[in-house]
């Protein structure tokens, strides 16, 4: 038996976001920076893009292997859109460039605003029982976490307090990087991703 319930909405754009791997051909074609190592646009930490009021959040960003990280980030997007929409400006903070450092593949966002807790998504290279993740400008470590069963296919998510932020300076580039006692694990995972081209 076929139940029809159909009903109609009317809209000027519809997108779909449909499997993992980020799809922006809208993104090009409005002029947004892509990301070589996420293939989605890169942020600041409003998860505004390069062209200013257009947001970016979820799989269109880098690939989730949760949805509720998804919720979480698009959640996030919301409110700063909402801002954004409000005050026309979300710039208003001191930001400072963020960069993925060793056994990292990507960091979102692509900067991050000094005393303002933040909260961050990074890809691991590695495979580690036990690794840290530590926040550097350049010899200060201005955090760090301890860090049990880092796997590639697991997204790391940690939040960088605003008491953590407050030690960063001005036009220092943060870099976030991941340490572990295996020294062997980066190379064999690496070269892991470039056979497979990832």
Same mark, same amino acid.
């Given at each position: 038996?076929?139940?029809?319930?159909?009903?109609?909405?009317?809209?000027?754009?519809?997108?779909?976001?449909?499997?993992?791997?980020?799809?922006?051909?809208?993104?090009?074609?409005?002029?947004?920076?892509?990301?070589?190592?996420?293939?989605?646009?890169?942020?600041?930490?409003?998860?505004?893009?390069?062209?200013?009021?257009?947001?970016?959040?979820?799989?269109?960003?880098?690939?989730? *292997? !949760?949805? $509720?990280?998804? #919720?979480?980030?698009?959640?996030?997007?919301?409110?700063?859109? =909402?801002?954004?929409?409000?005050? /026309?400006?979300?710039?208003?903070?001191?930001?400072?460039?963020?960069?993925?450092?060793?056994?990292?593949?990507?960091?979102?966002?692509?900067?991050?605003?000094?005393?303002?807790?933040?909260?961050?998504?990074?890809?691991?290279?590695?495979?580690?029982?036990?690794?840290?993740?530590?926040?550097?400008?350049?010899?200060?470590?201005?955090?760090?976490?301890?860090?049990?069963?880092?796997?590639?296919?697991?997204?790391?998510?940690? *939040? !960088?307090? $605003?008491?953590? #932020?407050?030690?960063?300076?001005?036009?220092?580039?943060?870099? =976030?990087?991941?340490?572990?006692? /295996?020294?062997?694990?980066?190379?064999?995972?690496?070269?892991?991703?470039?056979?497979?081209?990832?």
């Amino acid at each position: 038996m076929l139940i029809s319930n159909k009903f109609h909405i009317e809209c000027d754009t519809l997108l779909l976001s449909v499997g993992l791997i980020p799809e922006n051909e809208l993104s090009r074609k409005a002029g947004v920076a892509i990301s070589p190592n996420t293939n989605g646009p890169i942020v600041d930490y409003h998860l505004q893009t390069s062209v200013p009021g257009i947001f970016a959040c979820g799989n269109v960003l880098h690939v989730h *292997d !949760l949805v $509720d990280y998804v #919720s979480e980030e698009s959640e996030n997007c919301g409110k700063n859109v =909402i801002t954004y929409l409000r005050e /026309n400006d979300t710039s208003t903070l001191l930001s400072v460039d963020v960069q993925a450092g060793a056994n990292l593949r990507y960091v979102i966002p692509n900067n991050c605003a000094v005393h303002k807790k933040q909260h961050f998504y990074m890809r691991a290279m590695i495979i580690a029982d036990i690794a840290e993740l530590e926040v550097r400008q350049n010899e200060t470590v201005v955090c760090s976490r301890k860090l049990f069963h880092v796997r590639p296919a697991e997204m790391i998510s940690f *939040d !960088l307090t $605003d008491k953590e #932020s407050a030690k960063m300076v001005e036009n220092v580039p943060v870099e =976030i990087r991941l340490t572990t006692p /295996n020294p062997h694990s980066r190379a064999s995972v690496q070269a892991s991703f470039e056979r497979r081209g990832a």
